[in-house]
């Protein structure tokens, strides 16, 4: 049997997106939805898509998410990110959300995935990145 990894103590990538995590977010048992996570994370990698091709973007993939422990309502939570690599038009980025309470100062990582974005054109239509 193979030991699992050791958690990483520091986010890959830079800091895209930090919010508090509302009451609203929340589902029936009071812990934060997963969907409104992968959405954050979502934003925070579209906001680094959009400024390496310096056009409009669109998600394409969602690959390799993994959901590590629950968020509760009221955490304060970060989304970095980190381009893994350009293709034509696609770009695939790291986002990892991290989280800490009011009454702490150290944060843990709670997601992680790699989502693709590809550079459109105002049609609608991929266009390359480096243009
Ligand atoms: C994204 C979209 C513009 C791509 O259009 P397309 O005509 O399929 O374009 P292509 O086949 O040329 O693919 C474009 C790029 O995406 C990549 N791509 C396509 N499907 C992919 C997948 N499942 N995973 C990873 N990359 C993918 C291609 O490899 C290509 O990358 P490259 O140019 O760097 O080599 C189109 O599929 C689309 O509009 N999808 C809906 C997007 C959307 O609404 N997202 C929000 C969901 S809530």
């Known amino acids: 049997m193979t030991a699992p990894a050791a958690e990483p103590t520091l986010p890959l990538g830079d800091v895209v997106i930090r919010t508090i995590a509302m009451p609203a977010d929340a589902n029936a048992n009071g812990d934060i939805f997963g969907g409104w996570l992968v959405s954050q994370m979502d934003l925070g990698g579209a906001i680094l898509a959009r400024t390496t091709s310096l056009s409009r973007v669109t998600t394409v993939a969602i690959d390799a998410m993994t959901f590590l422990r629950p968020v509760s309502v009221g955490d304060t939570v970060s989304c970095y990110a980190q381009l ?3 293709g034509r038009t696609s770009m695939k980025v790291s986002v990892e959300a991290w989280v800490h309470t009011y009454a702490s100062s150290t944060q843990q990582r709670v997601t992680a995935g790699h989502f693709t974005y590809v550079a ?12």
């Open 84 to 86: 893994l690599s350009i």
């Open 120 to 131: 459109i054109d105002p049609a609608g239509k991929p266009q390359p990145v480096k243009r």
